[in-house]
């Protein structure tokens, strides 16, 4: 596929405007086309590795069923010929041979029947396995990538289009076993028309020609058409899901936004309507058309059979075999090149699902990590770090240098923006510095292996997930290969004051959490977060990090909460984001951020003594409480 015609970007949001843009740029060109058909060796090996049995037992099936037209016509012209010889003798000689082939028909026709039937079964198994196993492959492939990937609109284009294609593979693999079996069908009845006469299948290509040219010309338009929309796909389902869910119906309700959000989902949904209705006119209006000319072609064909018959040149039973042939074979070639045309439409959305697949993450181990400290001896330093987001070009992060000793108890202060969980995510490798390097104990974050490194760091993020799954679960999730361990969940609940929580619930650590499932109970958000605290206790990490964890919490949880996590991780690092200075002075030293860089490092009785930015914004938040 040459890069130049298909888009690999994804246009921007919304809009009239972009998606004609894009219409034009999504052409799809034969050469396209043909590249795509290079797609199929590896689409096959995956249907394969799905099911090998189901697999083999369809390709023969269907190898069978393809012998079957030219068999049962070449037996019907024997009927005919057997009943017109038996009439010419009055009726006298033996009919034996005439009812052995009428059974034989009848046979085939019982043997097809049941083909068909266990072909369909088959490609449905082999059907719903293959899009399980592409489901799968496609999260477990998710969870490779960067985090900065998901941020990215193009990233998210080609999700969209692979996630389309684990549903819609069956198509591609019924039509590739179909167009085979067709192809072997549609070579054994040619056999007999070239018997009689080699130019009734050149009638043939013509008559299924245009019919060709009209489907390929529609089929690239849908494809355009559907290519081009995929940014406003996605937004259709998300607008679909704020819409109608149980996370957002509370504020949909209190602020009126349904009418809002019903419009905007009514205005993108009509507009690809429309485009999408007007390719499906025009495409039923020229379809007929072009099938006129090809049954014109047919009946030219039939009035030559016929005269031929008449004149005595073939019998009845060549008659029908013949008309039956030419029938099938323009039926059959029609669909061959009709399959043929969608079927590199599906070879072209199968590049999206291997384009997905490709995208490589750009933070993984080295060949060779070094063994993780344990326990870490000098600590995480920070030289010169700075970071940008993709897509922007303002640093989120810049000149920053400081040490995070073993077992010391670092706060981050700042305003809104300042880049407090900016450095906790590149500590936590979910991304790299663009200038600097983090160091572990003399050596680059790099350097060690990713699993073992998010292994030694917890975090809690402001943003933590709220699992719709048991409360047990929801802890548990903070090691989730112990979550078996009872114990384990229950004194990580404890630490945490979940367990409190947790004693309240009618079926306590099995308790399923959110509303939108059977018999699901929600908690308030402080009760949530008590709940996610937890999964900071389950694992066994060296270095504990939360990012503003208590801000739902009343003030005598915080305390309580906060004079815990001191005492029960006595020995570890931590990390503690918030805004709260009651909190904050807690903390062995504390790192002030404004505008990505640092500004003051100290204890809270130092900073307070410099009469810094820090002892502005304590003195500012004390006001507050006078
Ligand atoms: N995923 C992102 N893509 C682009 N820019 C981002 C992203 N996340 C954060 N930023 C920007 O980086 C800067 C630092 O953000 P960060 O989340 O680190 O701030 P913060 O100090 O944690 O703020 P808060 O107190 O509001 O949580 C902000 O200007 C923010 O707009």
Redesign the pocket.
């Known amino acids: 596929m040459t890069p130049t015609t298909i888009r690999t970007q994804g246009p921007p949001k919304g809009g009239r405007a972009a998606a004609q843009k894009e219409e034009q740029t999504d052409q799809v060109s034969w050469r396209d086309r043909f590249a795509a058909l290079g797609n199929l060796p590896a689409f096959f090996r995956l249907v394969w590795e799905t099911s090998p049995g189901l697999f083999l037992g369809d390709a023969l099936l269907r190898l069978v069923q393809a012998a079957i037209p030219a068999a049962s016509l070449y037996i019907g012209k024997l009927i005919i010929d057997q009943v017109v010889s038996l009439t010419k003798a009055g009726g006298l000689t033996d009919t034996t041979l005439l009812w052995q082939l009428v059974a034989a028909e009848f046979a085939l026709a019982i043997l097809s029947t049941a083909i068909g039937r266990a072909i369909s079964l088959m490609d449905g198994l082999l059907g719903d396995k293959f899009a399980n196993a592409t489901s799968i492959r496609l999260m477990e492939h998710a969870a490779e990538l960067d985090l900065e990937q998901f ?1 990215d609109a193009t990233f998210y284009d080609k999700l969209e289009r692979a996630r389309r294609q684990t549903t819609g593979r069956t198509v591609l693999l019924t039509g590739v076993f179909g167009q085979v079996q067709q192809l072997i069908s549609v070579g054994f009845l040619a056999a007999g028309l070239a018997v009689y006469n080699p130019w009734l299948l050149l009638l043939i290509a013509v008559a299924v020609t245009p019919s060709f040219i009209g489907d390929n010309y529609f089929n690239k338009k849908s494809y355009s058409l559907s290519r081009s929309w995929t940014p406003e796909r996605r937004e259709l389902d998300y607008l679909r899901y704020v819409g109608a869910s149980d996370e957002t119906a509370k504020e949909v309700k209190i602020f009126g936004l349904s009418g809002f959000l019903v419009d905007r989902f009514r205005t993108l949904s009509n507009e690809y309507l429309g485009k999408n209705q007007a390719i499906a006119v025009s495409r039923a209006g020229w379809g007929t058309l072009l099938t006129v000319l090809g049954t014109a072609g047919y009946y030219g064909a039939y009035v030559w059979i016929v005269r031929r018959a008449v004149t005595g040149g073939i019998s009845l039973g060549d008659l029908t075999f013949l008309a039956g042939s030419f029938r099938q074979v323009r039926g059959s070639l029609e669909g061959i090149l009709l399959q043929f045309s969608s079927l590199t439409q599906e070879a072209i959305y199968l590049q999206d699902l291997f384009d997905y697949f490709a995208i490589k993450p750009l933070i993984h181990s080295p060949r060779t990590p070094l063994p993780f400290p344990r326990p870490v001896r000098e600590g995480f330093t920070f030289e010169n770090v700075g970071f940008k ?4 070009e ?1 640093w ?1 992060l810049r000149g920053l240098s400081f040490t995070l000793k073993p077992g010391e108890k670092l706060a981050l202060v ?10 906790v995510k590149l500590l936590a490798r979910l991304y790299d510095p663009a200038e600097g390097r983090i160091l572990l104990d003399g050596h680059d974050i790099r350097d060690y292996s990713l699993d073992d490194l998010r292994r030694n760091i917890g975090v809690i993020f ?1 943003d933590y997930i709220r699992f719709k799954m048991s409360a047990g679960t929801n802890i548990a999730v903070g090691d989730i290969d112990e979550r078996t361990n009872q114990p384990r969940i229950e004194n990580s609940a404890q630490r945490s004051l979940a367990d409190t929580v947790i004693a309240k619930l009618p079926d306590g650590y099995q308790q399923q959490l959110g509303k939108s499932f059977n018999k699901g109970v929600e908690l308030s958000g402080g009760e949530w977060q008590k709940v996610a605290l937890g999964r900071a206790y389950m694992r066994d990490a060296q270095l504990i990090i939360l990012d ?1 964890p208590t801000a739902a919490l009343d003030a005598r949880a915080e305390y309580e909460v906060f004079q815990r996590f001191n005492a029960l991780t006595e020995g570890k690092s931590s990390v503690i ?1 918030s ?1 709260r200075f009651s909190t904050v002075r807690m903390a062995n030293r504390i790192l002030v ?1 404004e505008g ?1 860089r640092l500004v003051e490092i100290g204890s809270h009785e130092e900073l307070l003594a410099q009469n810094g930015r820090y002892a502005e914004l304590f003195a500012l938040q004390a006001r507050g409480y006078q």
């Open positions: 941020e987001y993709t897509n922007s303002r989120a700042g305003e809104n923006g300042a880049g407090k969980t900016t450095l402001q503003e984001i805004h951020l990505g």
